[in-house]
């Protein structure tokens, strides 16, 4: 039981690690678009800056990553597990 609630912990750590991330790079490439495009910088910067993470490139492909990143994790401990007790 010890094992399963240190993977759990393991886990939602990579999980709010990889958020952050993603979150990060999301506000980084809106910077990188502002600059090219000044339209982008009239109205509320910090709302565009939170909405900023569910659009484009970042809004698509990284959740994704994180999702497969994640499901590597649980079958690497799966397999580790099954080969321990088989």
Do not use: C, Q
Not at 46 to 52: N, P
Request: aromatic share 24%.
């Amino acid at each position: 039981m010890k094992r399963i609630t240190k993977f759990i912990i393991f886990k939602v750590v990579e999980l709010a690690a990889a958020f952050i991330v993603w979150w990060g790079l999301s506000l980084y490439g809106y910077w990188i678009d502002s600059l090219f495009e000044p339209v982008l910088t009239d109205g509320n910067m910090l709302e565009k800056w939170l909405e900023a993470p569910f659009f484009g490139f970042a809004g698509i492909f990284l959740p994704l990553a994180v999702l497969f990143w994640s499901g590597i994790g649980i079958y690497h401990w799966i397999k580790w597990n099954w080969e321990k007790v088989g």
